[in-house]
């Protein structure tokens, strides 16, 4: 046998053309974060804090954070995405003690699309029943959330809206994002 081709294959390969469509106005842009790095931390109640601070203790991270929100050192970002799961993205997690929490590696699992410009927000709120004003949704907060029935993450980022989708539902919401931009001005980088 020769080698395996380890190489990631996008659930969007294929489906995934770069340029700019839709109206002259350059009022939404998403590209495909590549290469996605991301794994879940599950802990019990009572191993929260000892499993958190165990698992990320060379991350260098100013704290745990609160329900629905994310830290981030360097390219390092930590998400709770539920009162004791957190997903730890950017870097992979080592193997922890069974009693203190569970580790998984979600990277093949997801596709991760990085929304920006003026009228992001305004695209995702056709989809997702969150109030993504400033005020609500501020640089920093997580939500689990429906999109077209399918569960999906939406972070945002000091980059822009990350919405995490299922791999095996990516490209046809990529497919309803794509054509609902093209009347804002779609640019796909």
Known sequence: MGDINTARV???????????????????????????????????????????????QSLNLPAMPGYCQSVTAGDTSVLRIEPLKFWVHGVSLESLDAEQSVVLDLSHSRTQLRITGPQAATLLNGYLPIDLRESSFPVGSVASTAFHHVGVTLWRSADGYELFLPRGFALSLWELLQESALQYGLTVE
């Open 10 to 56: 996008s659930a969007l390969d294929g489906h995934y053309q770069k340029g700019h469509f839709g109206v002259d106005a350059k009022g939404v842009s998403i590209v495909e974060v590549s290469d996605l790095v991301l794994w879940q931390l599950a802990v019990w109640p009572d191993t929260v804090e000892s499993a958190f601070a165990g698992a990320t």
